[in-house]
Structure formats: C-alpha cells, structure tokens
C-alpha cells in the first residue's frame, strides 16, 4: 500500500483501508500524513489520517481524521486533487468515529451501486 511505503508498515490508521474500497490511497511523501480520496455524486473529498498520537502531529491542535473537500485538476481517469480553500467538512479524533463515518458512507456507495 502507497500510504506504508510513504509512512512505514507499522503507521496505524485507525481501521482496515480493506474493508472500505472507495477510499484510493494518494499518499505523498510530501504531505505530513496519509491521504485517501473518494467520490460521491460528482464531487472529490479527501481524507486525512494524522498520527495516533497528538505530539507525533505537525499541528497538535489537528483532529485525528479530517474530511475536506477537494478540486480536481485532472479528470476522472487521472484525478489530480488538491484540499480546497474550505472549511474541513468533518473532524473527528476517535477510532469509532471513523469507523462509524465511513460505515455511512460505505452504504451510501452500496446504495449507489444497486440504483445503477
């Protein structure tokens, strides 16, 4: 996975990146934490997994697990994200927060799948 090779084997996300397939993993070496984007109607988000610990983050006062909107500079095939100059969408700092977000929108996108 892009986000171990950047961030080392042992970076704990919080959860199984397995178990939630719509999260793409776009993880730079240049960014301070792991970054995973989705799509959900027409729009990007990404979402950004900091360090467990509040004094490994580069701003202690970050939540855990940010969810912004993103701009795509790219297309589809290609996305090319950047954060948005926006407000972050959801911040949260605990494990089954997260969990319980991204079960929502898991079945959302299950949703989505059988409409199609």
């Known amino acids: 996975m892009l986000y171990e090779r950047k961030f080392g084997a042992d970076f704990d996300l919080g959860f199984s990146l397995s178990e939630y397939p ?9 960014d301070m934490c792991p970054s995973f984007y989705f799509k959900l ?3 990007y988000y990404i979402l950004w997994v900091d360090h467990a610990a509040v004094e490994q983050r580069e701003d202690e006062s970050n939540s855990r697990y940010t969810v912004v909107e993103a701009e795509n500079f790219g297309d589809d095939e290609y996305p090319e994200l950047q954060t948005k100059a ?3 969408l959801v911040e949260l ?5 997260i969990v319980l977000y991204l079960n929502q929108l898991k079945s959302r996108f299950g949703a989505e799948q059988v409409n199609n």
């Not at 719509?22 to 240049?30: E, G, I, M, R, T």
């Open 22 to 30: 719509f999260l793409v993993d776009q993880s730079s070496a240049n």
């Open 41 to 43: 109607d027409s729009t």
């Open 86 to 88: 926006s407000p972050a």
């Open 93 to 97: 700092e605990a494990v089954a927060d």
